[in-house]
């Protein structure tokens, strides 16, 4: 299983963007897929999560209101639309599916992560 990022970029302050993940692969199922960050100098933090079962979304007290993460179970390919962009937004956007894959008979379990995306925000 495979997961390409999309749409980060430049942007100034209180602008929105919007990223994509698309995931790829043959014989998978996918239980919850996850968005996180990485700010130069500071640790990888969680944005938001969406499980797949119920569709549960966790989105991050510093993203509440402003974030929201959404997926096409069709296309198996995640969003997350960011609107009131600040400064302290900026980071590497990293999306991460955890799931099943079966190898001939046998079920799999995978976690994977994307290639990152950079989101700057400009003051």
């Known amino acids: 299983v495979q997961l390409v990022e999309s749409g980060g970029g430049l942007v100034q302050a209180g602008g929105s963007l919007r990223l994509s993940c698309a995931a790829s692969g043959s014989s998978f199922s996918i239980s919850v897929m996850g968005w996180f960050r990485q700010a130069p100098g500071k640790q990888r933090e969680l944005v938001a999560t969406k499980s797949s079962v119920g569709g549960t979304t966790i989105h991050a007290d510093s993203v509440k209101g402003r974030f929201t993460i959404s997926t096409d179970n069709a296309r198996s390919t995640m969003y997350l639309q960011m609107n009131s962009l600040k400064p302290e937004d900026t980071a590497v956007y990293y999306c991460?599916?955890?799931?099943?894959?079966?190898?001939?008979?046998?079920?799999?379990?995978?976690?994977?992560w994307g290639q990152g995306t950079l989101v700057t925000v400009s003051s």
């Open positions: 991460n599916a955890q799931g099943t894959y079966w190898s001939g008979m046998r079920p799999r379990s995978f976690e994977v």
